[in-house]
């Protein structure tokens, strides 16, 4: 080996370090299986703020367009503005810290996007590992045998694929937007043995995406390879046209993307076919459809009627919960706790008004108009925007922007798609400021910061959890007074408010201590205990009607939990 050869070989190999490291910040959010305590995705978004600082430090940053930091600021504002009186700053605070980390995310897009491929590819790359190793996770628990690798993930029922996301929805869209990772890379890539891997790749995501029985993921799977399809299509006329031979960037012929899709239900059909016991396939989901009531129609129908209710501002910032259980009906009523209306327009609006809705989601809405994406030509813009709308399209019918990694991915779309365009800096002062924007300087403020909110939050958030835990797991500082030590945590005050409820006896004593306690947890969240905590305070008030009133509301709500009230029994086993 030469000297000149030796040399390169060195330089390769960091680089090559580096690029894994970078691509594995993006893919360890979503394979995170740290679960524990009152909250489920807390550790998760923890996980992904630590990653998020570590992609400031490792990735050079930019500056997103200043109508992205402007959408992000109008939404945390509107958060702050329209919160509700019954909250204290635990409610909105954590809403505006995620905008804030979506937007530090922009910024790592941005750079991004000013690295080109090669930096680029990092976003690919990872999301692509993610979506592998998930499919393999997702189809371990499909047929039963992930077992042995608990703790590193979970076992859920026979039948059911969701990785370590917890949730079918959430693992289709990992799996949509690992797809558009594969397809970028293949058009990118001319060395025929990588394209082979990936066409294997792409084979294991599409026997995933059927595992995850997700009607979501069908439509993203069936809108990625349309749109696919038509670039395809419209490149290789380019060339045609231009008397040129294959494109630099190819994707596979539009005839073998749209063979995706027939291949798709047939895996669908063959799974469950497989399985050792009797499991729901994606067929039968299709053809029977959400069991009786829990049909998205109905939740959004009781959505708007709460929409009428408010249109102008909302019933506030996370109230969405305790407006659903206090709101008697005219029609069918969605029986589930409803802390999400299952559509961001719809979320917006009924939390907010009318106003901010349009506001937010127009807002996006002209800023992908003006970009016009259906003209778009450059490979890592097209990468980018399939990954966005696999979130947006997945956010039409549920809510992946409250869930850690998707807000990552989603922020890094945003920067690379919005770049802030270059401009000279004439003044002193102008040149000053550029030099504090420019990275190391503003990234690693930025993701000291960051972990310095990540500390703390992950200091309080294990104390607050020692309420959740039996006294011999609890650590050992915590075993005794538990609840006095963790009363004085305000970034989780409404979970520590929740469990001395459910810990704490009503008696005339307490009565309208309890009271007031339990009415302020209705608005974080209106569950049977809760309920039944604020019947009976208020009977020992002497407040009668009041009780027969949220008794009746009781009954409505949550029938069975109320049956078993009137019989005695406890309305739900898992108090902590």
């Known amino acids: 080996m030469t000297s000149r050869a030796a040399a390169a070989e060195a330089v390769a190999l960091p680089s090559k370090a580096i690029g894994a490291l970078r691509a594995g910040l993006v893919a360890f959010p979503f394979l995170c299986p740290l679960v524990a305590g009152p909250s489920v995705q807390a550790w998760q978004l923890l996980a992904t703020w630590v990653c998020l600082a570590g992609m400031l430090l490792a990735i050079p940053a930019s500056v997103p367009a200043r109508g992205i930091c402007a959408w992000l600021g109008a939404g945390a504002a509107a958060i702050v503005l329209f919160s509700s009186p019954y909250a204290t700053a635990a409610a909105w605070l954590p809403a505006v810290v995620v905008l804030a980390a979506m937007a530090a995310a922009a910024c790592v897009g941005a750079g991004m996007a000013r690295g080109g491929p090669a930096t680029s590819g990092v976003l690919a790359a990872g999301v692509l590992a993610a979506g592998l190793v998930s499919a393999v996770l997702g189809l371990l628990q499909y047929y039963g045998l992930a077992e042995p690798l608990v703790p590193w993930t979970t076992t859920p029922a026979l039948g059911q694929a969701y990785g370590n996301l917890r949730q079918r929805n959430q693992f289709a ?134 929409i009428a209710a408010h249109p102008l501002t909302g019933w506030g910032w996370g109230e969405l919960g305790f407006a659903h259980y206090s709101t008697l009906y005219d029609g069918a009523r969605f029986p589930e706790i409803l802390d999400n209306a299952h559509n961001l327009p719809l979320h917006l609006a009924v939390e907010m008004g009318i106003p901010v809705s349009v506001l937010i989601c127009g807002g996006f809405l002209w800023m992908v108009m003006a970009a016009r994406p259906w003209r778009e030509r450059d490979p890592v813009r097209l990468m980018a925007w399939g990954m966005l709308g696999a979130i947006a399209l997945h956010s039409l019918l549920e809510y992946p922007l409250w869930y850690g990694p998707f807000q990552l991915v989603f922020g890094l779309c945003l920067g690379m798609l919005w770049p802030a365009r270059g401009a000279g800096m004439a003044s002193t002062r102008q040149r000053f400021m550029a030099r504090w924007r420019e990275p190391p300087v503003l990234s690693s403020i930025a993701a000291a910061v960051l972990m310095a909110v990540v500390g703390y939050a992950t200091w309080d958030y294990i104390r607050i959890s020692q309420i959740y835990l039996p006294r011999d797991e609890r650590l050992p500082a915590y075993e005794d007074g538990t609840l006095a030590k963790a009363r004085n945590s305000w970034l989780f005050a409404r979970q520590v408010d929740f469990a001395e409820l459910t810990l704490t006896a009503v008696t005339p004593a307490n009565a309208a201590a309890m009271h007031s306690l339990a009415e302020r947890t209705l608005h974080f969240s209106p569950e049977p205990r809760v309920i039944v905590k604020l019947i009976e305070s208020a009977e020992l008030m002497g407040r009668g009607q009041e009780a027969r009133d949220q008794a009746e509301r009781f009954r409505i709500a949550f029938p069975a939990e109320y049956e078993r009230w009137l019989k005695g029994l406890p309305v739900d086993r898992l108090a902590p």
């Open 173 to 306: 869209t990992l799996i949509s937007m690992a797809l558009v990772a594969a397809l970028w890379i293949y058009a990118a890539q001319p060395s025929a043995r990588i394209r082979r891997w990936l066409v294997a790749a792409a084979l294991l995501l599409l026997v995933a995406a059927a595992a995850s029985t997700s009607r979501t993921g069908l439509l993203q799977l069936l809108s990625i390879v349309g749109v696919a399809a038509f670039i395809a299509r419209r490149e290789r006329r380019g060339a045609a046209l231009d008397g040129a031979g294959a494109p630099p960037f190819s994707l596979p012929p539009p005839l073998v993307l749209l063979a995706m899709v027939p291949v798709y239900f047939a895996i669908a059909w063959l799974l469950p076919q497989l399985a050792a016991g009797e499991v729901e396939g994606m067929m039968q989901r299709l053809k029977e459809g959400a069991p009786g009531d829990h049909t998205r129609m109905i939740l959004w129908h009781n959505v708007l009627s709460l």
